[in-house]
T-cell receptor, first 112, second 115 residues
Framework: GESVGLHLPTLSVQEGDNSIINCAYSNSASDYFIWYKQESGKGPQFIIDIRSNMDKRQGQRVTVLLNKTVKHLSLQIAATQPGDSAVYFCAENIGNTGKLIFGQGTTLQVKP | DAGITQSPRHKVTETGTPVTLRCHQTENHRYMYWYRQDPGHGLRLIHYSYGVKDTDKGEVSDGYSVSRSKTEDFLLTLESATSSQTSVYFC??????????????FGSGTQLSVL
């Protein structure tokens, strides 16, 4: 069945370094992808999205890369800050079903 | 939180009792959703609504019902709560003008414990 998975459950980075969070998806019909950030005790917060007709999209300090050939999605955070510590989810929208499938999340820990 | 208010924020109840969670939005979004979040699982869709009195089931709808009598309120009811329904429940909305299941914005969640 469809699944969205993350390569690492926990990522620990030094403050100021760049972070890369990876996500694999399995459905070639997925046409839209979203990254969310979830801090402890809060709801998921939208970070950035990308459609399948793009391979890169940039936001403020964040970049999402999409490699459809290997069904891989990544979120890059530049100059990681303590406030970036959270769980990061990717989600895929499977176009022909209208379903949004969420991954389990990667915990990002930022060391001062 | 995109104008979304969930209530209550925390609830402890006993097995077999009915429970209703409320989601209130202030921005007139057409699409509203209820998700549950559990360790080892991603967010899973329970039910969603695409308009007043228009609702449909998600992937984990058994044991849950919903109602939407006005645009701003989407209620999730557990008719007879079970321990397996202990979870964090999130309400979400879609931005006006976007298709269903795109760019969801979430509320702060309700932590429900069924003893």
């Amino acid at each position: 069945g469809e699944s969205v998975g993350l390569h690492l459950p926990t990522l620990s980075v030094q403050e100021g370094d760049n972070s890369i969070i990876n996500c694999a998806y399995s459905n070639s019909a997925s046409d839209y992808f979203i990254w969310y950030k979830q801090e402890s005790g809060k709801g998921p917060q939208f970070i950035i999205d990308i459609r399948s007709n793009m391979d890169k999209r940039q936001g403020q300090r964040v970049t999402v890369l999409l490699n459809k050939t290997v069904k891989h999605l990544s979120l890059q955070i530049a100059a990681t800050q303590p406030g970036d510590s959270a769980v990061y989810f990717c989600a895929e929208n499977i176009g022909n079903t209208g379903k949004l499938i969420f991954g389990q999340g990667t915990t990002l820990q930022v060391k001062p | 939180d995109a104008g979304i208010t969930q209530s209550p924020r925390h609830k402890v109840t006993e097995t077999g009792t009915p429970v209703t969670l409320r989601c209130h939005q202030t921005e007139n979004h057409r699409y509203m959703y209820w998700y549950r979040q559990d360790p080892g699982h991603g967010l899973r869709l329970i039910h969603y609504s695409y308009g007043v009195k228009d609702t449909d089931k998600g992937e984990v709808s058994d044991g849950y019902s919903v109602s939407r009598s006005k645009t701003e309120d989407f209620l999730l009811t557990l008719e007879s709560a079970t321990s397996s329904q202990t979870s964090v429940y999130f309400c979400a909305i879609s931005e006006v003008g976007t298709a269903t299941n795109e760019k969801l914005f979430f509320g702060s969640g309700t932590q429900l414990s069924v003893l």
